[in-house]
């Protein structure tokens, strides 16, 4: 079974500063993996994926995140935080081997920015 | 800007009107899904169609009706809602070959009375 686990529901960090948030995958398969983020009252915009090539993957508005299969794990990653990163971050796993809906999302992690 | 419109914005509903949130993309996509998304909570599917058809119901109550017109048009019927169904409602498309790859509209916001 497909399970995503975001280890912090909540991160706070100044401006200028690096971010980290943290994501753990369980999978059967190999996965496909996605960070997805969300600004107050707007929809999903799909920041990244991992889709079994590179391991370092580069994303939009600078964020990147590394898969590590011996750690399970995808976090997403930036040098240095915006004000307009804040948001609500999801990690996302999806079985290929299933339906286009099988998607699992994780709980989310609430980005704050202090300036 | 988002590519997939989703209208209205907002509305509000009592228990026994009829209304339908209304979802339209024009990026040639042929997957496209309902989502629903509590506050503080990640989005949970309600329903899939794939090349017009309906794939997946997410074992929604009836009184939530799907309709894929065509291949840019969703529609979501509602009928005799219960307050509990207030929430964010988010149509999303993507390529068949690039599922996990979705593009979100800005969501419908529903109240029911």
């Known amino acids: 079974a497909q399970s995503v686990t975001q280890l912090d529901s909540h991160v706070s960090v100044s401006e200028g500063t690096p971010v980290l948030l943290r994501c753990n995958y369980s999978?059967?398969?190999?996965?496909?993996l996605f960070w997805y983020v969300q600004h107050p009252n707007k929809g999903l915009q799909l920041l990244l994926k991992y889709t079994s090539a590179a391991t370092l993957v580069k994303g939009i508005n600078g964020f990147e995140a590394e898969f590590k299969k011996s750690e399970t794990s995808f976090h997403l990653t930036k040098p240095s935080a915006h004000m307009s990163d804040a948001a609500e971050y999801f990690c996302?796993?999806?079985?290929?081997?299933?339906?286009?809906?099988?998607?699992?999302f994780g709980k989310g992690t609430k980005l704050s920015v202090k300036p | 800007d988002t590519e997939v419109t989703q209208t209205p914005k907002h509305l509000v509903m009592g228990m026994t009107n009829k209304k339908s949130l209304k979802c339209e993309q024009h990026?040639?996509?042929?997957?496209m899904y309902w989502y629903k998304q509590k506050a503080k909570k990640p989005p949970e599917l309600m329903f899939v169609y794939s090349y017009e058809k309906l794939s997946i119901n997410e074992s929604v109550p009836s009184r939530f009706s799907p309709e894929c017109p065509n291949s840019s048009l969703l529609n979501l019927h509602l009928h005799a809602l219960q307050p509990e169904d207030s929430a964010l409602y988010l149509c999303?498309?993507?390529?068949?070959?690039?599922?996990?790859?979705?593009?979100f509209g800005e969501g419908s916001r529903l109240t029911v009375l």
């Open positions: 999303a498309s993507s390529h068949p070959v690039r599922a996990g790859e979705l593009f």
């Open positions: 990026m040639g996509h042929r997957a």
């Open positions: 999978s059967s398969y190999s996965p496909s």
């Open positions: 996302v796993v999806s079985n290929y081997g299933g339906s286009q809906g099988n998607l699992i």
